[in-house]
């Protein structure tokens, strides 16, 4: 087998992830409401002035919350520099990064107790906020152009083949339901060929796909008889078409989407560096305001 043929095969497993809900992405909307949980505790006890930034347990989560920002620049060390190519794989770095970014700023907003205070902390705090919004946009074209979280690069030829692959082996039953093949070669064509679709392009995988469940089982019903499969052959062909389908549509979104994400996560990076650059300024003038007065 070539290696463009086991990538062609190995593809539609890592992109129907994309499609799924898969353990990753349950684990990351877990995360999300346990955040929103930890804020919301936060906002309603800050009136009562449990924390201090000024002493305490207060001004602890301050300094593990600044440090915790200062080792966001670990991953791109690791990433970058030569003399850091020995830390370790990058994605459990970029992991690492994630979760940093997301614990920092909860530990500064728990240090300023929710509240506002000078003007020097203000543009820290506010600078903080922006950074760790830049960071979930950041995420999110990330898993775009990427097979999942912390998957690797994807490249467009390997989408591509994942198409052709999946709808290779859904063309078995084409010759009893000319209309799913025409629907299949039609979804292909357009998912290489718009450019804005992709505003609602998970809502519209997911129409075709629960719209060509009835013409899919159908198909598979008139093989079953015509073939002469018994019921588990069938079933099996039946939930392995459904997968294949799924991959097909994944590629089809990813391959419409991919250039259009990769422009956005260049510029992305743009302002993302500059704002933490910002960020690490703004916290060191305030952490030096404040030792001194």
Request: glycine letters at 8%; one cysteine or more.
């Amino acid at each position: 087998m070539t290696n463009s043929s086991a990538q062609a095969q190995a593809a539609p497993s890592e992109i129907a992830r994309m499609i799924t809900l898969p353990s990753e992405k349950i684990a990351a909307l877990s995360g999300f409401l346990l955040i929103v949980t930890i804020v919301g505790l936060g906002f309603r006890i800050r009136e009562h002035s449990y924390l201090s930034p000024e002493s305490g347990i207060g001004y602890g989560l301050g300094i593990i919350g600044s440090s915790a920002m200062l080792l966001l620049l670990l991953y791109p060390a690791r990433k970058h520099a030569r003399w850091a190519r020995h830390w370790g794989r990058v994605k459990y770095w970029f992991r690492a990064h994630m979760i940093l970014g997301v614990a920092g700023p909860l530990l500064i907003l728990y240090h300023c107790n929710f509240q506002l205070g000078s003007t020097n902390s203000n543009i820290t705090l506010f600078s903080m906020l922006t950074v760790a919004s830049s960071g979930i946009f950041g995420r999110y074209f990330y898993t775009r152009i990427h097979y999942g979280l912390y998957g690797r690069h994807a490249l467009i030829s390997e989408l591509t083949s994942t198409q052709s692959y999946a709808e290779s082996r859904l063309s078995e039953v084409f010759v009893f339901a000319p209309q799913l093949q025409h629907r299949i070669e039609q979804i292909g064509h357009v998912g290489r060929g718009e450019k804005f679709s992709f505003l609602i392009g998970g809502i519209l995988m997911l129409w075709h796909y629960w719209s060509l469940q009835p013409a899919l089982t159908r198909a598979y019903r008139v093989a079953a008889e015509r073939k002469h499969w018994d019921p588990d052959t069938h079933q099996d062909h039946l939930c392995a078409a459904q997968t294949h389908l799924r991959s097909f549509l994944a590629a089809s979104r990813k391959a419409r989407e991919f250039g259009i994400y990769q422009r956005l996560f260049s510029l992305w990076h743009v302002f993302h560096v500059p704002l933490f650059v910002m960020l690490i300024l703004s916290a060191t003038v305030h952490v030096i305001a404040v030792h001194m007065y």
